[in-house]
């Protein structure tokens, strides 16, 4: 994994700037209001993608977390395993004391942090735009200004911008200092939804864009704002969406599924006791225990009966715990995974409902795989969960049998 110390020549000269990087790092910064990426997550992409990012200090290393995420099989204790030292590396300590301790490698642990505030300089310098970046507050910062069809044109960026739009944007033209013949709001992904909304902000000369469609994937984090923006027109996207066919129409309104978007199961080990699984363009890695889970559903879905499986039915193949609560923390957790790649990142792909069922949401003709079936896959992540599950219950009988 890269450092982070700073390259200047490498900082100041062209960057190769990867579509798919860049668009998991747009959802990650609308999902979150302080961005954290796990070292692990990096490892999915290749290192000449990630590097510009640390070179421009957007992508700023800070060390190792107090805990990790809990993926063990057993669903039993909380979320996160504590973290302790061991010489140069870490091991994972289960809070009930019922798994053995996890040995960890440092870049399986470390953690990034994402800086708004450099992103925000990034962009501004990067497009050459006049004036200086200003935070208006915690989600709004200014990036100077520009002409673009012969106007003179605020540029502005707006973070999470699903859940306070309304009520900052319509009152931008009071809140940012100087006249402007128009405002572009850029927000990392298109979230942005409300079209009577939306129509407010173009009467009042203010178009929002969406980063994730705008942003050229050639050299750096320059802005390609089409012709006409000035005119009120709004660019959300995403132009990815997949185009419905009859069959598929009919299909989502029979079982009213809630994404378009598309699974890809390569069958990678991007590193230990995980999986890559390619949503849409972004690959995610996804712990075995999680992915044990993720293939079933799948499996269900693909019978072209909608897709639900059954609590009790996830319980007796083994999938998830006899935890009450095992189920939807192993959904919930999977979920999270899964909606960095998302067209729509408020939208989720395991969706459950109040009888105690889950399934994937999306049509089962966007599950895809490559170089591996859906069977040698299974049975592959089955035997290594399975193995875990062994050694963790000869070590239990190990400890009983010292106890008496």
């Known amino acids: 994994m890269p450092t982070t110390r700073r390259n200047t020549s490498a900082a100041s000269g062209k960057s190769l700037v990867s579509e798919a990087f860049t668009g998991f790092l747009l959802r990650r910064i609308d999902a979150v209001p302080a961005p954290i990426i796990r070292a692990q997550e990096l490892r999915a992409f290749p290192r000449t993608a990630v590097k510009p990012f640390i070179d421009w200090g957007i992508l700023i290393e800070a060390g190792a977390p ?63 735009w006049n004036g200086e970046v200003v935070a208006v507050d915690e989600h709004l910062y200014s990036l100077g200004w520009t002409f673009h069809d012969a106007k003179r044109v605020a540029m502005v960026l707006f973070i999470r911008a699903e859940q306070e739009a309304k009520a900052v944007l319509l009152s931008l033209g009071q809140r940012l200092p100087g006249r402007w013949s128009h405002i572009v709001v850029l927000t990392p992904t298109a979230s942005v939804r409300e079209l009577d909304f939306l129509g407010q902000l173009e009467a009042s000369g ?91 559903l799948v499996q269900e879905l693909r019978k072209g009966d909608g897709g639900w499986v059954h609590v009790q039915t996830l319980r007796g193949d083994e999938i998830v715990g006899e935890d009450e609560n095992a189920p939807a923390r192993a959904a919930g957790l999977l979920a999270e995974r899964l909606r960095v790649g998302q067209h729509d990142p408020s939208a989720s792909l395991i969706e459950n409902v109040g009888t105690g069922a889950y399934r994937v949401s999306t049509h089962p003709e966007f599950i895809r795989y490559r170089g591996i079936t859906w069977l040698k896959l299974y049975n592959r992540v089955r035997a290594e969960v399975d193995e875990e599950r062994e050694r963790r219950g000869q070590l239990l009988a190990r400890r009983a049998r010292i106890r008496t």
């Open 66 to 128: 107090e805990a990790v995420t809990c993926y063990h099989p057993c669903h039993k204790c909380d979320e996160d395993l504590s973290l302790q030292r061991d010489g140069r590396a870490f091991v994972a300590l289960c809070p009930l004391n019922e798994w053995p301790a996890t040995p960890m490698a440092a870049d399986e642990v470390g953690i990034f942090k994402v800086s708004i505030d450099q992103f925000a300089r990034t962009l501004r310098q990067h497009n050459r």
């Open 206 to 296: 203010i178009s929002v864009v969406a980063l994730d469609n705008v942003v050229t994937k050639r050299d750096r984090l320059t802005i390609a704002l089409p012709p006409g923006i000035t005119e009120g027109r709004t660019v959300l996207g995403p132009p990815s969406l997949p185009v419905l066919s009859q069959k598929q129409a009919r299909d989502r309104d029979r079982w009213h599924y809630r994404c378009r978007d598309a699974l890809t199961f390569t069958g990678r080990v991007p590193w230990k006791r995980s999986n890559e699984v390619v949503v849409n363009d972004t690959p995610v890695m996804v712990p075995n225990a999680l992915m044990l889970l993720l293939l079933r």
